[in-house]
């Protein structure tokens, strides 16, 4: 055996095969703890009163179909006639009644930019006063140096090194 995995494979497909042949009974509810195996419940009746006291308007009763389709709801207006209105022209009248609205509602939109209701940038304006050199030198970090040696004698270095080592 490989490992407690193979052993247990092999422990339940011999009590799988034991059962198979006969000479053990499946588990029951009294040996293990298990549920009851071949009970058969596809025929049980539950009553429609209980069904939808659980479940709510969810519920439809067997003997009701559900509907397929949700019914149009129209509304019509009685001001409204049933012949089309043709387009009109914009008098000085009907200009002077517009302005007052379109006023109206430009405030309003202006009021909601600034509550931040439109706006895009929900965060305000940022500081940026202070470089970032000074922000990791208060928290702590330390600020990198240059190297006087370049990167390919550093690595013909450690070359060196590592052959070093290995001699010896």
């Not at 198979?20 to 195996?37: H, I, Q, S, W």
């Not at 022209?89 to 009021?111: D, F, M, R, W």
């Not at 006087?148 to 550093?154: A, L, N, Q, Y």
Request: hydrophobic content about 30%; overall charge negative; charged content about 30%.
């Amino acid at each position: 055996m490989g490992s407690i995995s193979d052993f247990a494979e092999n422990l339940i497909l011999n009590q799988v095969n034991s059962i198979r042949e006969g000479k053990e009974l499946p588990p029951t509810v009294e040996g293990n703890g298990l549920t009851p195996a071949g009970r058969d419940i596809s025929k049980v009746k539950v009553p429609d009163s209980f069904m939808t006291e659980i479940l709510g308007e969810a519920y439809h009763p067997q003997d009701t179909p559900t509907v397929k389709e949700i019914p149009e709801l129209v509304w019509t207006d009685p001001e409204e006639s049933e012949e089309p209105k043709s387009p009109q022209s914009l008098t000085e009248e009907t200009a002077q009644q517009l302005v007052p609205l379109l006023e109206e509602v430009k405030g309003l939109l202006k009021e909601m930019c600034t509550a931040g209701m439109m706006g895009v940038n929900m965060g305000g304006p940022a500081k940026d006063d202070e470089s970032w050199d000074n922000v990791e030198k208060g928290n702590g970090y330390k600020t990198p140096k240059t190297s006087k040696t370049s990167r390919k004698d550093v690595l013909k270095t450690a070359i060196k090194g590592k052959l070093k080592n290995r001699k010896k």
